[in-house]
C-alpha cells in the first residue's frame, strides 16, 4: 500500500516576557497577573486558540524545558498545491498571530481580550511533504514598541513535518455492508470488503464463521465489557461488522457490545448510560479486543454524538483512553485521534473533534505521549462522517508510523465503521432506522 503525502504544521513553545518598565497604569491589568491568550490563523483553515504563558523578563526559555503544542494544521497535497497556486498571485503565505491580554471569549458581544501585538511568520512549503523544516524558533518583539529595547516579547516555534498518510474510503455506507478502496491521488483501489449483521444475545463469543473455532479458555472474556441483561424498552443492540481483506479472511471486527437504550423518561442514550462497541483484532484463531468506543447522545445546545474511545492494553491492564470528544449529529464531522495535544485540530470542520493525550491526560515532548503502554504518537487517524439522515461513506486517514500490517489498517477502518453507526444507533428513538439497521424481529414488531 502506497501512502498519500500529507504535511504536518505544529506551533509550540508559547510564551510572553514584559519588561517591568512597560507596566501599564494601574486601571489596566499587567499580564503577569491576567492570562494571556493567542488566536492562530492559516489561510482557509479554522482559526485556532491557545494559552500563551508568562514568564518574567529575566529569565531566558530554556532550551531543555517540557515543549508544549499550542496548534496543529494537517495539509494535504491538495492543501499544499492550493495555497501555492494562490501565492504566485497574491501575498506569501503567512501563519498570523495575534496575542491578548485578558481572557478568551466575548462579553455582550464584544471580544473580552485586549490586542498585545500581532506576528507573522512567512511559510515556505515546498519540499516540506518529504522533509522537515523550522520556520522559527525563537523570539519576537511584538506591540508598539516592537523596534525598541523596552518591547514586549513573544516565543514560539514554528516547523513543518511530513506525515505521510493511507487514505481509506467506504463504497457504500457501513450498514449496507460495502467495499472499501484505499485511495491514491486520482486512484481507487479495493483493499476491503465490509460484512454488517446482527448478533443474537446467545452468541455473544461467534463473531465470524471464520474464527468459529475458538479456545473454550477464552470464552465469556467478552461479556466482561459489555452487558449481558435484556433490557426492557427502547434499545438497539446486535450490530456487528466485519472486515475482510480480497481474500475473504477476517482482518478486523467492530461488535456491539453494551446496547444503546434510552434513558428512562427520555427518548435518548444518555451519557451515563452509554452504549459501547469493541474493536477487534484476530488472534490465535479467535478475536482479540483491541479497543473500545462508547458513545451517547448529548444534550443542550450541542445535541451531538458524545463519544469516548480508549485501548485495551491486556486483559489486566487499565484502558489508555485516547479521545473523548463531540461530532455534530446533524452536521458530521471528523473523529480524531492525535497525540499532539494543543488546541483544535488543524483540518477540523462543523463538528470535527479533538483528542486528549494519553491518559493521564498530559503531553511530553511537543504534545507526544509519553504514558506507559502508550504506542501511538502525533496524529494517529480521522475519519469523517456525515449526520443524520445523509448518505454517510466515512472517509479514513491513518497515519504510516501506525501502520505495519493489514490488520492495523482494518482495525482503524473497523473503528470508522462504528463511529458512523453510532450516529445511528444513537438517534432518538422517535426516529425511525432505515431498514438496514433494523432485524426482522424490529420489522415484526
Known sequence: MD?????RITVGNLALKIPVASKPARSVVHPSSSPC???????NFPLQTAVVPYIPPENQFPDNQLQTLAATFHLSK???????????????????????????????????GRLLGKVSVPLDLAGTES???????????IGKEANKGSSAQFHLNVKAEPDPRFVFQFDGEPECSPQVFQIR?????????????????????QRSRSLQSEPSSSRGWLSSFGSERERPGKERKGWSITVHDLSGSPVAAASMVTPFVASPGSDRVSRSNPGSWLILRPGDGTWKPWARLEAWRERGSSDGLGYRFELIPDMSAAAIVLAESTLSS????????????????????????????????????????????CVYRGFVMSARVEGEGKCSKPCVEVSVQHVNCTEDAAAFVALAAAVDLSMDACRLFSQRLRKELCNHQDLLG
Open 3 to 7: 501512502p498519500c503525502p500529507f504535511v
Open 131 to 141: 522533509r522537515a523544516c523550522v520556520f522559527h524558533s525563537g523570539w519576537i518583539s
Open 185 to 205: 491521488g486520482n486512484i481507487r483501489q479495493p483493499v476491503f470488503t465490509c460484512k454488517f449483521s446482527f448478533r443474537s444475545t446467545g452468541d455473544r463469543n
Open 78 to 112: 491538495a492543501d499544499i498545491d492550493k495555497l501555492a497556486a494562490k501565492s504566485i498571485f497574491s501575498a506569501k503565505l503567512c501563519l498570523k498571530i495575534a496575542i491578548y491580554t485578558g481572557r478568551r471569549g466575548t462579553t455582550c458581544g464584544v471580544n473580552s
Open 330 to 373: 446533524g452536521k458530521g464531522g471528523k473523529f480524531v485521534i492525535d497525540l499532539g495535544g494543543g488546541g483544535t485540530n488543524g483540518r477540523a470542520t462543523p463538528g470535527s473533534a479533538t483528542s486528549p493525550a494519553c491518559s493521564p491526560r498530559s503531553s511530553g515532548d511537543f504534545g507526544y505521549g509519553l504514558w506507559p503502554f
Open 37 to 43: 491568550f493567542c488566536k492562530i490563523k492559516l489561510k
